[in-house]
């Protein structure tokens, strides 16, 4: 394993991998969108918080399609790319993949989504990203 920043991988980077259960779900069987935003919203801090070294907070959804309805039992994999750094904000893309049908398995893109966050300090004020 290397010691890579956050900044150096412009690539796509696993984040978070869940499976949606019944209770996530609508009465038709699908999951709700809510649910799975949420899921979006934590999967894209991930990076700002590595990069910002601390506390960051959502301050925009640039951008949230859903592609393709989940199910139970999907396994879901959220995906980050870094798009922007600023001086206090860090602008992320998140793609979501279903797994499904484990005797056949197949990999569906659900969802793609734009979030931008702020880097926050102790009592919530927006704060400088460190350089270094």
């Known amino acids: 394993m290397t010691d890579k920043s956050p900044l150096d991988a412009a690539e796509r980077q696993l984040v978070l991998r869940v499976i949606p259960m019944p209770s996530d ?9 809510g649910w799975i935003m949420a899921q979006v919203d934590l999967a894209a801090s991930v990076l700002p918080m590595r990069i910002s070294r601390g506390r ?7 951008e949230f399609v ?3 309805p989940v199910s139970v039992g ?3 994999s959220f995906y980050a790319t ?7 904000s860090i602008t992320v893309h998140v793609e979501v993949e279903a ?4 005797a056949k398995p197949q ?21 400088e990203i460190p350089r270094d």
């Open 66 to 68: 859903f592609k393709q």
């Open 82 to 88: 870094v798009i922007r750094v600023g001086r206090t």
């Open 56 to 62: 960051v907070t959502t301050v925009a959804v640039n």
């Open 74 to 76: 999907d396994l879901l």
């Open 107 to 127: 990999h569906v893109k659900v969802t793609e989504a734009n979030l931008t966050f702020v880097a926050i300090d102790d009592v919530g004020k927006s704060r």
């Open 99 to 102: 797994e499904r049908n484990p």
């Open 25 to 33: 779900a609508n009465a038709n069987g699908d999951i709700f969108g």
